[in-house]
């Protein structure tokens, strides 16, 4: 089985683009595992455990939601903050063989760099990262 770690955050058509990049890698159905996360803030890794869910989060329901619909077998893991590092532990801790993050629209200059987290996980991760843009609905 393929691990892919998808890390995402509150923004819809980047998770959506994360998740259309999973489905649509060849052998999606059969071979590939998803781990979806999402860095709780500190507000709701303090909130009482009964609602302290990454499940709550509605990206991470999004692409939960779309790749079973893709029959991709998906798992869900609370990220931990700074969400760089979560990203990185995380990776380490499913034996993640890919990491597929999002990445927002930029200026030209902006294209040269990375978001901090994006730029924190490429330089850090010992697995491949791939960033992906935005798709919408």
């Given at each position: 089985?393929?691990?892919?770690?998808?890390?995402?955050?509150?923004?819809?058509?980047?998770?959506?683009?994360?998740?259309?990049?999973?489905?649509?890698?060849?052998?999606?159905?059969?071979?590939?595992?998803?781990?979806?996360?999402?860095?709780?803030?500190?507000?709701?890794?303090?909130?009482?455990?009964?609602?302290?869910?990454?499940?709550?989060?509605?990206?991470?329901?999004?692409?939960?939601?779309?790749?079973?619909?893709?029959?991709v077998d998906v798992q869900l893991a609370e990220g931990q903050?700074?969400?760089?590092?979560?990203?990185?532990?995380?990776?380490?801790?499913?034996?993640?063989?890919?990491?597929?993050?999002?990445?927002?629209?930029?200026?030209?200059?902006?294209?040269?760099?990375?978001?901090?987290?994006?730029?924190?996980?490429?330089?850090?991760?010992?697995?491949?990262?791939?960033?992906?843009?935005?798709?919408?609905?």
């Amino acid at each position: 089985m393929y691990t892919i770690l998808v890390p995402v955050d509150a923004d819809e058509d980047r998770a959506r683009g994360q998740a259309a990049f999973v489905a649509e890698l060849p052998s999606a159905e059969t071979e590939i595992e998803a781990v979806i996360t999402h860095a709780l803030t500190k507000e709701e890794a303090e909130a009482p455990e009964e609602i302290r869910n990454v499940e709550r989060i509605s990206t991470v329901r999004l692409v939960r939601d779309y790749l079973k619909d893709h029959n991709v077998d998906v798992q869900l893991a609370e990220g931990q903050q700074p969400p760089a590092d979560g990203i990185v532990e995380l990776a380490d801790e499913f034996d993640a063989d890919q990491i597929v993050m999002g990445s927002r629209k930029r200026s030209p200059t902006g294209k040269a760099v990375f978001g901090s987290v994006s730029q924190q996980v490429l330089l850090e991760a010992d697995d491949p990262v791939t960033v992906v843009g935005s798709r919408e609905e």
